[in-house]
């Protein structure tokens, strides 16, 4: 279910779409899936490492530190993984001092927050997560960074249908790398 909930999305846009850009080549697909497999492997692998917890781990500790107060529900609706598994997840959390759960404000659910050690890690995982991808990046001119950067605006923009989709994919980002000038995904949002 961790990626069920955003591919059940893109399935239902696929079936709005018209067919695919003729000018997007079988190499140009290949490319960007064999990119995309890359990039995810290494953000994986630094964002466990620097968390100490794999899977969700890393990507609830970052979304906690942009959204605090999050119900479960919220957390599990962010994280795109199933009642059970967030509810396991907050408490290895908790269990290594990383996230409290404290009244949330409807007095029946719990609102989530980080630690002071849970923050310094949410820290360390979005330090290596730049790292990670500014490592990919290495072999490209300053003005290349440029055109591939205006390229992930674009692209960006066009996927998100709703404001949960679009916490889902910035779930594990710096949002105030994106602040300035305006967050792509969260433009695309439909009104």
Not at 26 to 48: D, H, Y
Not at 85 to 112: E, I, Q
Not at 127 to 152: D, F, G, I, N, W
């Amino acid at each position: 279910m961790t990626h069920g909930y955003i591919r059940s999305c893109f399935h239902e846009r696929e079936k709005m779409k018209p067919p695919g850009n003729p000018q997007v080549s079988p190499r140009s697909t290949n490319l960007l899936g064999a990119f995309a497999l890359a990039a995810g492997s290494e953000l994986r692998r630094v964002t466990e490492r620097a968390a100490s917890h794999t899977a969700s781990g890393p990507s609830a500790l970052t979304a906690l530190a942009t959204w605090p107060g999050l119900s479960l529900d919220g957390l599990r609706k962010t994280l795109g993984i199933s009642q059970p598994g967030v509810v396991r997840l907050v408490d290895r959390l908790a269990a290594d001092g990383l996230v409290s759960r404290n009244p949330g404000p409807d007095g029946r659910t719990r609102a989530l927050h980080l630690t002071e050690r849970g923050r310094q890690v949410a820290q360390e995982v979005l330090e290596a997560r730049e790292a990670a991808m500014t490592a990919l990046c290495a072999r490209l001119e300053p003005a290349e960074v440029e055109q591939l950067t205006t390229l992930l605006e674009r692209m960006l923009e066009g996927l998100p249908g709703d404001r949960d989709e679009a916490h889902f994919l910035c779930r594990l980002c710096d949002h105030d790398a994106c602040a300035d000038p305006y967050c792509p995904v969260d433009r695309g949002v439909p009104a």
